[in-house]
């Protein structure tokens, strides 16, 4: 497997469905149902990127962001934001707080790779 990826979000079926498209394009995955299971992850282990809803109880996709970015370790860390916020302003929050890239659910599978591959320095492949 290639670089670890760690996947959040608070419904295990769109966690396992990113997490499969992920997987199949050579990635490790390991996932967290919410920002505050996130954190622990992040203190514990090491990820190369991580994808997060914005929606989720306990600590919101935002608030787990503003966390990431305020570790010295972490600040670097790229950050997706897959979420069902499709406004300006949410995007425009998802980008304050400190996110990478912000796409609007349901993720296009080639999106999805090729946003993760454009963050990491690798190759994105020629779309199908």
Do not use: W
């Not at 299971?37 to 514990?44: D, M, Q, V, Y």
């Not at 609007?104 to 599978?109: G, L, M, Q």
């Not at 993760?116 to 690798?122: A, I, N, P, S």
Request: with cysteine; net charge negative; proline share 5%.
């Amino acid at each position: 497997m290639g670089s670890k990826i760690l996947v959040v979000d608070d419904s295990k079926i769109v966690m396992s469905l990113h997490s499969y498209i992920l997987e199949n394009a050579g990635y490790a995955c390991e996932g967290a149902p919410n920002g505050y299971a996130a954190l622990e992850r992040l203190f514990t282990g090491r990820f190369d990127l991580v994808v997060t809803d914005v929606n989720m109880p306990r600590m919101d996709g935002y608030a787990l962001i503003e966390k990431i970015r305020e570790q010295p370790d972490l600040q670097s860390l790229p950050i997706i934001v897959i979420s069902t916020e499709e406004e300006a302003r949410d995007q425009q929050r998802g980008f304050e707080a400190g996110a990478n890239v912000y796409i609007v659910k349901p993720a296009k599978p080639h999106e999805l790779v090729t946003n993760v591959k454009m963050l990491l320095g690798e190759k994105a492949d020629a779309p199908a």
